[in-house]
């Protein structure tokens, strides 16, 4: 579903990212991690062409991300993302944010897009807040209603960038649990997180990045197992006694 | 001083046979409404047009943008108001250039001076927009572009909502601006407000109460500005947000 074959970029003269190679299947849920600043964001965001890279192949779905051909736009919507910060859009209600790309981009009907939007707001928990406006919810809301968002354009894929890491504690586990829910159900995810217990739970591979290099590729067993580097050890052992 | 008051004087006739002094002013301020909306209208979508193309990822149209906004922000006004009405005719193509200078008056003058009273605002309410924009975090055009919005559809239904609704009290402060600047349009023979009250002055000597009455006159159009400006501010605001674009925190939990 996802293929990255040799992936460097550059900011200016700063390399961000160094020849990264890495697949995710259908229905496979990958995780990756890293310390801050290894280019974990950079790469997730690489995958539907937020950032461009100067080497290498990205094809989702068998259609090239860095072919100047490609109509990306087209490309992103079949592809979900969540971001850190919940980027929802402040000045729309939660049914506005639901449903603005649907008619926009996909040429849903208003009726349709909102049922659509209903139904995913309802899965995620949060059908009484459709006419409140996002600043007006908790962080957690706020994901839950980010991640039924990107739900709504019908996804082949979904992108997380650390959906959970601006959360206050007690707020992580309802954006895990709808995620869990998510990757039970068969979804393709391509996960930045350090929730180990999530990795742990439903992740199928584990990444592990450090200097903007892929430095482990690892089914779950092995990573949690034997990891063979001594970064990713030092690294899980650092976030596991948190 | 021997000045003699006579705070009656704007019910006498003026001399020209137009009606009394102060029906003079109130045409003089119909100009000077006239003239600060229009130039308003032209300063709001062509500050928004090159606000927004300087935040955009494309290089050379960020140039012009700043180009532009240099040109205008940078030649005083009354430099721009002579070149606009003396300069602006003779450079365009010469059928054009003359039916500029036939246009009757006192369009002969104003339509330069609402062209030059627009660009020149145009180039702070430009400044404006890419503040406003810039101000957002790079997240929320991110997240309008990973939903498949192309780049104009980013900028309709996410930045500029936001980012427009953020700068309304600067905004507002550029609008009392255009009002106050639109007194320069007499310097080519505009007869707005500012040139009522001289006129006044010239025919009745009473040069106090003729700016006096002026002087009150833009005070009071300000003041509806304001308050009007303060309605728009509470009408827009975003529900949850603190700023200056939210309302009014939410009561508890
Ligand atoms: N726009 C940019 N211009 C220049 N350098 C950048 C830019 N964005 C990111 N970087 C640099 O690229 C490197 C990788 O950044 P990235 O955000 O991908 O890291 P990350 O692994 O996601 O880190 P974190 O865990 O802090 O989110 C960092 O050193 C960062 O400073
Ligand atoms: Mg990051």
């Keep these: 579903m996802i293929e990255i074959k040799d992936i460097s970029k550059w900011y200016g003269t700063f390399q961000v990212l160094t020849q990264c190679s890495t697949r995710v299947s259908k229905g496979e849920v990958v995780v990756v991690c890293g310390p801050s600043g290894s280019g974990k964001s950079t790469l997730i965001k690489c995958v539907n062409g937020l950032e461009p890279f100067q080497k290498g192949e990205i094809r989702v779905d068998g259609i090239s991300v860095g072919d100047p051909k490609t109509n990306l736009p087209k490309l992103r919507a079949r592809i979900g993302m969540v971001f850190q910060n919940f980027e929802l859009f402040p000045h729309m209600t939660v049914s506005q944010n639901l449903t603005l790309a649907q008619v926009k981009v996909l040429g849903r009907s208003q009726e349709a897009a909102l049922a659509k939007g209903m139904a995913l707001l309802d899965r995620v928990g949060l059908k009484a807040q459709a006419d409140k406006h996002p600043g007006n919810l908790s962080g957690g809301q706020q994901q839950r209603v980010a991640i039924a968002r990107a739900l709504c354009m019908d996804p082949i894929a979904m992108l997380f960038d650390e959906p959970t890491s601006a959360l206050d504690p007690e707020m992580i586990n309802e954006v895990l649990d709808v995620m869990v829910q998510l990757a039970q159900e068969g979804m393709t995810m391509m996960c930045v997180t350090h929730e180990m217990g999530f990795a742990r739970r439903v992740a199928h591979r584990v990444i592990f990045m450090d200097h903007g290099s892929i430095v482990e590729d690892a089914t779950k067993d092995d990573f949690f197992g034997k990891p063979r580097s001594e970064r990713a050890q030092q690294f899980l052992s650092k976030i596991l006694h948190h | ?253």
């Design chain 2, 1 to 253: 001083m021997h000045y003699h008051w006579n705070w009656r004087i704007y019910w006498q006739q003026s001399p020209d046979g137009s009606g009394t002094y102060l029906h003079t002013l109130f045409v003089g301020l119909g100009w000077t409404l006239a003239l600060a909306l229009l130039a308003w209208a032209i300063a709001l979508l062509l500050g928004i047009v090159v606000g927004v193309i300087r935040t955009t990822p494309l290089r050379w149209l960020e140039r012009i943008g700043n180009a532009y906004v240099e040109l205008f922000r940078n030649i005083p006004l009354l430099v721009q108001m002579f070149l606009w009405y003396f300069v602006m005719p003779e450079l365009v193509p010469t059928a054009l250039g003359d039916w500029i200078k036939q246009m009757p008056p006192p369009w002969g003058a104003f339509v330069p001076a609402v062209l030059c009273l627009g660009t020149f605002t145009s180039a702070r309410v430009a400044e404006q927009v890419r503040a406003g924009i810039n101000s957002l975090s790079r997240g929320q055009g991110m997240a309008g572009t990973a939903l498949g919005l192309t780049l104009p559809q980013t900028y309709r239904y996410v930045l500029l909502p936001m980012a427009l609704r953020i700068i309304v009290p600067p905004l507002g402060s550029e609008f009392l601006n255009i009002i106050k600047n639109s007194a320069v349009a007499l310097t080519i023979n505009v007869v707005e407000l500012t040139a009522s009250a001289r006129a006044m002055q010239e025919y009745s000597f009473q040069v106090f109460e003729a700016f006096t009455a002026a002087t009150v006159i833009y005070l009071l159009v300000n003041l509806v500005v304001v308050l009007l400006m303060r309605l728009i501010e509470r009408k827009i605001a975003v529900p949850g947000l603190i700023g200056p674009s939210g309302g009014p925190a939410p009561a508890g939990h």
